[in-house]
Structure formats: structure tokens, C-alpha cells
């Protein structure tokens, strides 16, 4: 059975990068078919699909988010991370690494999710 699971800083100052790492265990990331998911949601606020990393390696962020984002993997450790660049408060909210069949704010298995709250 796959098993994700997020790790990084639970409070993060405006203005710095945000840095997550999703550990993945019970399957490999480089597996067929599979998208590699950040997902966050605000207090409050819906489900953001962030970005994602494909089987192959390829990405593809939310374009509202896309400037200050960027997803990597290390194949060796079997994980994927998430950075968020220039922070503000609004970016506060739980976040969620996922394993999907598509690109989005969509799972077939995902991790228990981190808080993450950016001070000002």
C-alpha cells in the first residue's frame, strides 16, 4: 500500500521560500501512469491544485501560482519536493502532497497533510 507523507517547517516568515518534502513509501514515483500532486487548502477556502510531477518527470503548476513555484524529485529517495517562492500570510494553509491519475486537486491516495503558516 502507498503511503505519503509531508515534512518541512511549520512556520515560515514572509518574503522566504516555503519547503516541503513528500516521502513516498510502498511505491516508486517513477511508476506509469501516475501525477505526483501538491494540493493546499487555506482556512476557509477551497482545495488548490499547486502543481504536479508526472511519471516522467515533467511539471505543471497552476498558473496563478506558477511563478513562485517549482516541483523537484529525487528518484534515489523516493520523493518529490514542493517550494514556494516570496511567501506571504495568504499562503497559509494546510498542505497536501497526492498521487493521482491527472493533474489536480484530485487523489487516489494522499498524505494527512501539513499546516504551514507564514508569518508576517
Known amino acids: 500500500q502507498v503511503r505519503l507523507q509531508e515534512s518541512g517547517p511549520g512556520l515560515v516568515k514572509a518574503s522566504q521560500t516555503l519547503s516541503l518534502t513528500c516521502t513516498v513509501s510502498?511505491?516508486?514515483?517513477?511508476?506509469?501512469?501516475?501525477?505526483w500532486n501538491w494540493i493546499r487548502q487555506p482556512p476557509g477556502k477551497e482545495l488548490q491544485w499547486m502543481g504536479g510531477?508526472?511519471?516522467?518527470?515533467?511539471?505543471s503548476y497552476n498558473p496563478s501560482l506558477e511563478s513562485r513555484t517549482s516541483i523537484t524529485r529525487d528518484t534515489s529517495k523516493n520523493q518529490f519536493t514542493l517550494q514556494l517562492n516570496s511567501v506571504t500570510p495568504e499562503d497559509t494553509a494546510v498542505y497536501f502532497c497526492?498521487?493521482?491519475?491527472?493533474?489536480?486537486?484530485?487523489?487516489?491516495?494522499r498524505g494527512q497533510g501539513t499546516q504551514v503558516t507564514v508569518s508576517s
Open positions: 497526492a498521487r493521482g491519475f491527472r493533474l489536480g486537486a484530485t487523489w487516489e491516495t
Open positions: 510502498g511505491g516508486s514515483i517513477t511508476a506509469d501512469y501516475f501525477y
Open positions: 510531477i508526472a511519471d516522467s518527470g515533467s511539471t
